[in-house]
């Protein structure tokens, strides 16, 4: 980082003086210098320590969590579910059986919803993934305690705890784990899997682990152009999420059972 | 009243060897279902991602439920201190254990890893109530078995008062558990109605009776022992009291379900247009397993005959599987209310696109693994009333008492 910084201090310390008043202009330039330097190098600092796997325990000091704006969520793309599915090794799962039973037996962590409204008609799409909760019904369920929810708002299955008894599917009030009915091959080595166990979106948490920003739904949906879903710190009233927030209406799926979700929704 | 004698059950050799080798045979049969479905993963089962748990479930929990109202026998002549129950004691206490032993193995045999079960035994979570109930299990098993010690040896008669009180709550407990299991799940129209807790208690009553009322006969007549009309017409009686008691509920869990409007999409899907749900409902539940046994049941005529009584029960237990497959796999298809007030027009996942119910159909090695589940439970009945004296040599009416009430227990107040 030192480096970096210093190479971008002295390229500043490069410009020309000119013969006016060459001493101040000198200073404005190594205080633009040094200033940029400071401005840059904790950044630069951050991502070169911060791309080493996390080594300390997550804590509460931030939560995770979506916003999803349905008015720019296109009709037709599948980009965040293409994005998922590969993020995770999701597409490496092979069709068993007949293609309606694979259409329901197959691991999905997210998904588009096409919604009309009953009284008003009007179509709404949307991606749905497990809602994050503050209050999991899953967690709750759990007997073995494999499903449990981290210091960072982040609700996951731990693999080696679960017994696959399924009670978390029956519980989450959002449909939003899948059960992993077949064997398991070519998996990737973030994202373990394994035939008989309970899984769902974990808000791509080896990204988290490793420092990374975003999550690969919010990736392929901005690239797409559609920016429909933002990924942040619902705890930092900074971060572009909280910002969002503030400024749009925005609610949680099934509001009524109080599970202040992690993740939220505007135009619903 | 003459002593009641137990005796070991004493059908030819060749009978009860049969009889054995067809149970083995059943598991043989139910365990190779288990090695298939653990082996290929569940995606040869007929469950999904919409019902997530299917048949084997309904076995496992009629024969759970069965188990704690096989006990019922035995409480009623302990703790509320019917004679004429005593006898019947011994084999309430082996049926309910046994169909505990049969229903647990079917669950355990349906988790995604059973090979894990040893983290489900040293891993708890005291929030849930699966969780729970791995402790009312396993203490039912170890409370019934005292309570067996208790009826069967000399020194536990003291005890078996004790014991049966505790066996008697116990066996609430554990019911209206399986029954919570169901009932607090907010996620699920159906499944959100702490009603169900008790309801599967009533609903165990008559289940738990009518297999003890055909196990009983089934024994009794292979060897020829005799069981008189005053037994028959109070276990009868019985019987249709514990079916009325189970209808009262699920009238009762139906139309408070009907009373809050959230739930009228459920109810009219349910008991209208729910397919093969609202046929098992209607014929399955209502009418085969509960309305015809409960006719036949006080019927005066056939309510007297041996085959009429003994098909009452069977249509008890027929009804029983009708309701649970309601419950449990009927209440799994229903579309959850992920979005109330919108219509799902297309979905990635299932989700009830334009209200559709999720679809399910039993596979075979579903149904083998839950009958072998049956298997276990009549095989270990079978073994214990061969070996062990679970069963009396004679229930005719000159052997149990002539009363219900205890002949030397002084009155309560004498007329003046």
Known sequence: MNENATR???????????TVDAGRRGFIGTAAGLSAAALVAPGVFLHSV?????????????????L???????DGCSACVDA????????????????????????????KVKLQDNQTGRITNLPMMCQHCEHPPCVDVCPTGASFKRADGIVMVDRHLCIGCRYCMMACPYKARSFIHQNTSGQLTAVPRGKGCVESCNLCVHRRDHGEESTACVDACAQEGHGAIVFGDLKDPDSAISQRLREIPSRQIREDLVLNTGVRYAGV | MKRVVYREWRIPPERYWSLLGFLAALIGIAALSFGYMEHEGHWVSGMNNSVVWGMPHV??????????????????????????????????????????????LVLVMDLGRPERLIVAMTNYNFSS??????????????????????????QGGPFNYPIGILALVWRLALTTGTGSIFGFLVARQAYDAAILGPMFVSLSFAYGLAVFMLVLMFGFEEEGR??????????????????GIALYFTLIYHLTNLYMAKNDGLEHWLLLSGGIYTFLFWVGWILVGSLVPMWILYHPVLSRKREWIIGACALVIVGGFSA?????????????????????????????????????WPTIPEILLGVGGVAVALLITAVGVRVLQFMPESLADDVVAPDEETLDAAPFAKPV
């Open chain 1, 8 to 18: 971008i201090a002295s390229t500043s310390d490069e410009t020309p003086a000119s």
């Open chain 1, 50 to 66: 911060a791309a080493a796997p996390r080594s300390e325990p997550v804590t509460d000091s931030v939560r995770w969590g979506l």
């Open chain 1, 68 to 74: 999803i704006d349905t008015a720019k969520c296109a």
């Open chain 1, 84 to 111: 998922c599915d590969r993020e995770n090794g999701l597409d490496l799962q092979e069709p068993h059986g007949s293609e309606s039973k694979w259409e329901h037996q197959k691991s999905v962590w997210i998904r």
């Open chain 2, 59 to 104: 076995f496992a929990v009629f024969l759970i439920i069965a188990a704690s109202g096989a006990l019922n026998i035995a409480s009623i002549g302990t703790v509320f201190r019917k004679p004429i129950y005593k006898p019947l004691g011994r084999l309430s206490g082996l049926l309910a254990v046994a169909m505990l032993m049969g229903g647990l």
């Open chain 2, 129 to 154: 109530i699966f969780a729970w109930n791995i402790f009312l299990y396993t203490g039912f098993m170890a409370i019934v078995i005292a309570y067996l010690w208790s009826m069967a040896d000399r």
């Open chain 2, 226 to 243: 005799p069981i008189g009309p005053r037994m028959m017409r109070r276990l009868r009686n019985l019987l249709a009291l514990f079916i």
């Open chain 2, 324 to 360: 649970l497959y309601v419950i449990i796999i009927g209440s799994q298809a229903f579309p959850m209310a992920l979005f109330p007030g919108h219509t799902i027009l297309e979905s990635g996942f299932a989700d009830g696109v334009n209200g559709a119910a999720a679809p399910y």
